[in-house]
């Protein structure tokens, strides 16, 4: 059953920005922590950003620091991606998925994320 749907994918130049929205279908939504993982052509998933379910915290992978920011709204069952600086290395499928617990911990373990969306496409290109 689906519980995560992504939307705001799309086509941008290098150095464009780009705000993912995933929007939670169930009523727990709120108390658990929320990521986006980011799936590139030929490469492994990949931990992209995470926020824990009060908005207390937040991490993300080295590669975004600085540039993605990670924010949610409970009220609105909504999560977001705003993406900033955009590289051709960004170009990847997005997934955002929910964890088991209220926080995000030092880590990406997909294990650790009982539901995933059906995933939204950024393609970074001039």
């Known amino acids: 059953q689906l519980q995560l749907v992504e939307s705001g994918g799309g086509l941008v130049q290098p150095g464009g920005s780009l705000k993912l929205s995933c929007r939670g279908l169930?009523?727990?939504?709120?108390?658990?922590?929320i990521a986006w993982f980011r799936r590139a052509p030929g490469k492994e998933r990949e931990g992209v950003s995470c926020?824990?379910?009060?908005?207390?915290?937040?991490v993300h992978t080295s590669s975004v620091k600085g540039r993605f920011t990670i924010s949610r709204d409970n009220t609105k069952n909504t999560a977001y991606l705003q993406m900033d600086s955009l590289t051709p290395e960004d170009t990847a499928v997005y997934y955002c998925?929910?964890?088991?617990?209220?926080?995000?911990?030092?880590?990406?373990?997909?294990?650790?994320?009982?539901?995933w969306g059906q995933g939204t496409q950024v393609t970074v290109s001039s």
């Open positions: 169930t009523e727990t939504w709120g108390y658990y922590a």
């Open positions: 998925a929910r964890k088991s617990v209220h926080y995000c911990g030092d880590s990406f373990r997909p294990n650790e994320y009982s539901s």
């Open positions: 926020i824990s379910s009060s908005s207390d915290s937040s």
